[in-house]
């Protein structure tokens, strides 16, 4: 069965450069949702979007922007970057609004480092 | 706003012995959905059971069931038969009731880190 697809898988940055993240959903799934994961933390909420609209931002930094384009694939574009975005990006995608439905499913994540 | 709390960061069970992983939440909602996820070394973020908060049985995935108390706000989970391949971090998380994708972002505890002694 097809899952989340993020790439890159790995990505090293400098500081103040601009990184770029890309999610492909599960195929008809509406909806994505972006996380961060610290190291040792627990994953954060960033923003999530709903048939291509934004639905809900969470810690978000100004600094971050996302959007869902017409394929329903997400990108999450990281600007001015700084050490402490040093982090594992999930990306998680489900049905937005179909009834029953519960889980997101997760991809294997994007682990930005930035030097 | 929903907050969930793992107060154990750390377990150890003998291997094909039971443990139980504690999680309890705060939340005004009455429909929403619990999850606890497991995250192995490679950092993949695996599903290993959910409840929805209308359903007062408690849900049950092979080796792994829940004992959910909705009116306690606890959500613990309990491995039976523990396995090495077991050993991770295990999240709880909530989510709100979801319309049209809001309110489906997930909020997790802190984790606790589970090991699995041969």
């Known amino acids: 069965a097809a899952g989340v697809i993020q790439s890159p898988r790995h990505l090293i940055k400098e500081k103040r450069e601009t990184a770029t993240l890309k999610c492909y959903p599960i195929p008809r799934h509406d909806t994505v949702y972006w996380y961060q994961q610290g190291p040792g933390q627990d994953p954060q909420f960033l923003i999530s979007f709903y048939e291509k609209m934004q639905s809900d931002k969470g810690s978000i930094p100004d600094r971050f922007s996302a959007q869902q384009f017409s394929d329903y694939h997400s990108e999450l574009n990281m600007s001015s970057l700084e050490l402490g975005d040093s982090a594992l990006y999930f990306c998680?995608?489900?049905?937005?609004?179909?009834?029953?439905?519960?889980?997101?499913?997760f991809g294997q994540g994007t682990r930005l480092t930035v030097v | 706003a929903q907050t969930v709390t793992q107060s154990q960061p750390e377990m150890s069970v003998q291997e094909a012995e039971t443990v139980t992983l504690s999680c309890t939440y705060d939340t005004s909602e009455s429909d929403y959905y619990l999850f606890w996820y497991k995250q192995p070394p490679s950092r993949q973020m695996i599903l290993v059971i959910r409840?929805?908060?209308?359903?007062?049985q408690n849900a049950t995935e092979n080796r792994f069931s829940v004992n959910f108390q909705k009116a306690a706000k606890s959500f613990s989970l309990k491995i039976s038969d523990s396995q090495l391949g077991d050993a991770a971090m295990y999240f709880c998380a909530y989510r709100g009731p979801n319309y049209g994708g809001s309110q489906g972002n997930l909020i997790f505890g802190k984790g606790t880190k589970l090991s699995v002694k041969p």
């Open positions: 998680a995608s489900s049905w937005g609004e179909r009834a029953g439905s519960t889980e997101a499913f």
């Open positions: 409840q929805e908060a209308y359903k007062q």
